[in-house]
């Protein structure tokens, strides 16, 4: 009788995640803006050796329009083999793919042919705001018992409150909201935990009325954005702590916790201070049994004249950083830090997560500097690093430029175009260098924009591991 073996995908360590081999497809979210054409998923060749590499291969358009695609997910993935809730049998099939706008959950199959995954399933909104209280599916995490989604908008017409509708592995029919008990938690956007302590994390950005049409300046000033940490216990699904990280830190969004399941801290990017412009890093951690949120990096913004600025930034003089993304190697020693503001990308070395060292920087796009790929050295480039996602082994880093459509048309008026760039890293010393041979752009999205990326087989921010 021959013996089952579990998709060879799946991970039980961060080590053995980093000894796997490397990826050869992207799945990259393209959107339309306006939304007079469907979203798609673009698939990327990142295989070096390919005779195709740095072309879209694949191209998968969605069958309706207005979705605004954001960040996607697997069905599946390393946390299927934790030992408390094991789903061994299931397998990283299936794309889960949410549309930030229409509220649609669309499931793609990418078993057969990778380069061409298949709707196979949409979930309409009704579907998403009867069953689990919510609208505007923002981020996907593949747990062990289940899909968490996190959603920032209320069901049945509401702005609000946000938070985790759950999904099943399988059927992806919506199970229910994640929360019993919300405590003060109002405003979502990501969703992590540390799976081995039952301790999962939320953050905040805002409702859906507060960002739709753009940034909200009075919003902004008036420190309405989000600005805290909530804390949970995962399986009882109960809110546990409020860290308030001050309502001058406005916009407290992507979480990534240490990969290692012994380990309880983790990083998470705040955009903007409203009294300096600076964008920040901050780590949370327990201190005698509670958990509080120390500030580690500070990116102050870059003094600029008016006259290379949007009229959104005019008045003060000054680019900021605006750290939209963040994203943590599978081994817990480099976090890469997205500047879509400034369009630079910053590397620290986090072996001492308490005092972060910035080990490389490399500067493309930006909103005053637009500085050039090497691959086209005369053309100048708007957008900067937004989404920032690392291969497994640590070795390599994707980046694609725009932030959400009616965000990128204030801070770049004259068009964000669309681009995807890789870095390479020097994983002994630090250090990143752009390569000069990978630069899809253009065209080659048939008009959208890029936004979310994802690994086949996994990447530094789809897994959570069960075994150190």
């Known amino acids: 009788m021959a013996l089952w073996k579990p998709d060879p995908t799946f991970y039980a360590s961060p080590r053995d995640a980093a000894a796997a081999p490397p990826e050869k497809l992207a799945y990259v979210a393209a959107f339309s803006r306006p939304p007079d054409m469907p979203d798609a998923i673009a698939v990327v060749d990142v295989d070096p050796g390919s005779g195709r590499y740095g072309s879209v291969v694949g191209f998968t358009e969605l069958p309706f329009a207005g979705d605004e695609l954001h960040h996607f997910g697997w069905n599946a993935c390393s946390s299927a083999l934790c030992p408390y809730a094991p789903h061994p049998h299931v397998e990283r099939r ?58 920032l908008g209320g069901g049945n017409g509401a702005d609000g409150p946000g938070g985790v509708a759950l999904l099943d592995h399988t059927s992806f029919e919506v199970l229910g909201r994640f929360e019993v008990d919300r405590g003060d938690q109002y405003l979502a956007y990501d969703v992590w935990w540390h799976i081995a302590h039952d301790v999962a994390i939320t953050s905040e950005w805002a409702t859906p009325s507060m960002i739709e049409d753009g940034l909200v300046p009075d919003l902004l000033l008036g420190r309405k954005y989000g600005h805290r940490l909530h804390f949970w216990d995962l399986r009882r699904r109960s809110h546990v702590q409020t860290v308030d990280l001050g309502d001058e830190h406005q916009m407290v969004l992507e979480l990534r916790p240490a990969h290692d399941p012994t380990k309880k801290y983790g990083f998470v990017g705040v955009v903007a201070s409203v009294e300096d412009l600076s964008s920040s890093i901050w780590l949370w951690h327990e201190n005698g049994g509670a958990w509080t949120a120390t500030k580690v990096i500070t990116i102050p913004a870059e003094p ?57 920087s ?95 087989g996994g990447d530094a921010s789809s897994d959570s591991y069960c075994y150190p």
């Open 304 to 360: 600029t004249p008016a006259d290379k600025l949007p009229p959104l930034l005019q008045g003060f003089a000054a680019v900021p950083p605006l750290v939209t993304d963040i994203d943590l190697a599978v081994d817990d020693r480099f976090l890469y830090v997205s500047c879509w503001g400034t369009g630079e990308l910053k590397q620290y070395d986090v072996s001492d997560p308490f005092h972060p060292n910035e080990t490389g």
């Open 94 to 151: 299936y794309l889960v793919v949410p549309g930030l706008r229409s509220s649609r959950v669309y499931i793609l199959d990418a078993k057969d042919d990778p380069t061409a995954p298949t709707v196979v399933k949409v979930l309409q909104p009704e579907e998403l705001g009867k069953r689990a209280g919510y609208s505007r599916p923002h981020t996907v995490h593949c747990g062990p018992e289940g899909l968490y989604v996190s959603c």
């Open 362 to 456: 490399v500067r493309i796009g930006g909103i005053a500097a637009q500085t050039p790929h090497p691959a086209k050295p005369s053309v100048a480039l708007r957008g900067g690093p937004q989404m920032v996602e690392a291969s497994r082994d640590g070795k390599r880093v994707y980046v694609t430029n725009s932030l959400y459509g009616a965000w990128d048309d204030q801070f770049y008026p004259d068009g964000v175009g669309a681009w995807m760039a890789k870095f390479d890293v020097s994983t002994a010393t630090g250090g990143i260098a752009l390569d000069e041979r990978f630069f899809p752009e253009g065209e080659v999205f048939r008009g959208r924009r890029v936004h979310q990326i994802r690994l086949q």
